[in-house]
């Protein structure tokens, strides 16, 4: 069974920093793709709100100027409802601070015993690789987690998610009671990029949304 680790003590905090991956974007940029934390809140909120109303749109399927200050809570809780986040950050030139450029929440939708996910990339970043980062290093962690299969949905109109994931080798379909959505799945047999989380799993310590759940 996976180790699910606590996320509002020391002792959590700690656990889910080992899974912090580091990679270069083919820019030469260094990024880093690490599991939201509490104390990341007022950098997340900055995050979306500095997004365009249009990757906002097209992130939320709907309009939305900030995440509700719940919304936002969970959303720094590793574990809470089943849900994990993870943002793709880059050093400051000073290297002392990080800006996050990036973002992907998964967790396991109930009903069907899946894995559901959502990302986005901050406007002055599109085009250059964290989308993929960001989808790859995701598949990774919930395949780590114990994930057979994970799927989306996007407005039928956003044709740079639709184009991700098809190179990443997702399947489509559209949405018979909704016309502006497609989903997209992916059966998680291969994993295109390592993560560390799946080092962690083999040893017994995976962040799992599957098997039990943070508290």
């Known amino acids: ?36 934390e509490p104390g990341d809140a007022e950098a997340v909120q900055d995050y979306f709100r500095g997004l365009s109303a249009q990757s906002r749109y097209r992130r939320f399927l709907g309009a939305i100027s900030e995440l509700p200050r719940v919304e936002l809570d969970h959303f720094v809780h590793a574990g809470e409802f089943d849900r994990f986040s993870i943002l793709a950050t880059t050093a400051t030139k000073a290297g002392v601070s990080e800006t996050i450029v990036g973002e992907a929440r998964y967790g396991v939708e109930a009903t069907i015993g899946k894995l559901e996910f959502g990302l986005s990339v901050a406007d002055a970043w599109q085009g250059l690789g964290v989308g993929r980062a960001l989808l790859s290093n995701m598949e990774c962690r919930a395949a780590a987690s114990g ?26 379909s559209s949405l018979p009671a909704d016309g502006r959505l497609m989903v997209f799945e992916k059966e998680l047999a291969t994993r295109a990029m390592p993560c560390v989380s799946a080092r962690l799993a083999a040893e017994g310590f995976a962040v799992s949304a599957l098997h039990s759940r943070a508290t």
């Open 1 to 36: 069974m996976a180790m699910a680790l606590q996320s509002d003590n020391g002792e959590g905090l700690v656990g889910l920093r080992r899974h912090t991956d580091h990679i270069r974007l083919n820019s030469g940029q260094l990024l880093t793709l690490r599991f939201a």
């Open 147 to 172: 994930a057979e299969a994970v799927f989306g949905e996007t407005l039928s109109s956003n044709t740079a998610m639709i184009a991700l994931a098809r190179k990443s080798g997702y399947r489509f």
